[in-house]
């Protein structure tokens, strides 16, 4: 709930909400010559609140940054040796073909032109092979190896409030 306050002939706004730890924090801004301005900002702020945009850890966070904490703090030390070695395969991937994309702005279209890219390669891969415009670089299982490790992160995304949906869903694999 936000308080509204008169202050020396100016409008002050003070909006309480809890982090994703349960504590409590306060945004203030004074300086509105008009109560319907303060209102207006403070009404912004419970929205935000309301979508939950408020008071989480980081919305900037690179997916590439976030998909390598995953595999750190989920997957390295408690999964075998060459099982490691295919998510790091998994993060190059990630790496080379969505540099510096958000994890907030992903989209299912994003991703699924991120996986048309690693199911047919760049054209020095395919002209290496000699593939026809038809033919995959990459196996069914390779991509489908590929998808269910980010897609592994990603349910962990949605499930840690870091993101509002799954845009693995319904994607087609190749």
Known sequence: MASINKKNGKWAVRVSYYDEFGKRHFKNKSGFSRKREAEQWATKLEQAKFDQSIGN????????????KWLETYKFGKVARITEQEYRYTLRQITELLPNVQLLSMTRLRYQ???NEFVYGNAQQRAQ?????????HSKSSVEKLHGHIHAAII?????NLIKTDFCLHVELG
Do not use: G, K, M
């Open 156 to 160: 962990d995304a949605v499930a840690d």
């Open 129 to 137: 092979r000699q593939l026809t415009d038809d033919q995959p670089y």
């Open 113 to 115: 032109q991120f996986i």
């Open 57 to 68: 850890a980081d919305t900037t966070t690179v997916f590439t940054d976030y998909y390598e």
